[in-house]
T-cell receptor, first 113, second 116 residues
């Protein structure tokens, strides 16, 4: 699986937007970009995924660079419940690694009241 | 959304005993489930792929005789940690997907195993 690079930690204030970056310079054309987050003492939770175009859902937005070598997860208004470890993961669309997720170290997001 | 449930949420056992952890997909069938392990302040590491009706596939370095996986039905996979030792203390997490080709993965809430 192609490797991703994320900052170890980020901080935000409540109700402010948060931009979580992810670099994936070795991404291949068949790799989707997935984001998961893990709250303390819980299993990971799916956030969003995309291939080339920007994506929005009720949780977040995903902005993908034109060359696809980086992406940014955007939380539009951070809440205290968004404090978690955020993982950026590449998954091959060909499904050869169906279901397997290779987790990096992720970004620890701290949200201040 | 789909739900994957693990049981128990936490367990404390004595060194040398065995512990079974269950992972259930509550509202969908999962021919494949995955087991991860997470040590404190570390990321998740895939241990094995659980295949319904066939043998599990273990990642390199994971002892198959120590971590027994059974996937007897389309909604249940079990992980048994045999002859547990303190170094096996960890957070064990399972996951499953409803379909193929880049659908989202659903994770259980995790099981905290403490071996004393």
């Amino acid at each position: 699986d192609a490797k991703t690079t994320q900052p170890n930690s980020m901080e935000s204030n409540e109700e402010e937007p948060v931009h979580l970056p992810c670099n994936h310079s070795t991404i291949s054309g068949t790799d989707y970009i997935h984001w998961y987050r893990q709250l303390p003492s819980q299993g990971p939770e799916y956030v969003i995924h995309g291939l080339t175009s920007n994506v929005n859902n009720r949780m977040a937005s995903l902005a993908i660079a034109e060359d696809r070598k980086s992406s940014t997860l955007i939380l539009h208004r951070a809440t205290l419940r968004d404090a978690a470890v955020y993982y950026c993961i590449l998954r091959d669309v060909r499904g050869t690694s169906y279901g397997k997720l290779t987790f990096g170290q992720g970004t620890i997001l701290t949200v201040h009241p | 959304g789909a739900v994957v449930s693990q049981h128990p949420s936490w367990v404390i056992c004595k060194s040398g005993t065995s512990v079974k952890i269950e992972c259930r997909s509550l509202d969908f069938q999962a021919t494949t489930m995955f087991w991860y392990r997470q040590f404190p302040k570390q990321s998740l590491m895939l241990m094995a792929t659980s295949n319904e009706g066939s043998k599990a596939t273990y990642e390199q370095g994971v002892e198959k005789d120590k971590f027994l996986i059974n996937h007897a039905s389309l909604t249940l996979s079990t992980l048994t940690v045999t002859s547990a030792h303190p170094e096996d203390s960890s957070f064990y997490i399972c996951s499953a997907e409803k379909g193929r080709m880049n659908t989202e993965a659903f994770f259980g809430q995790g099981t905290r195993l403490t071996v004393v």
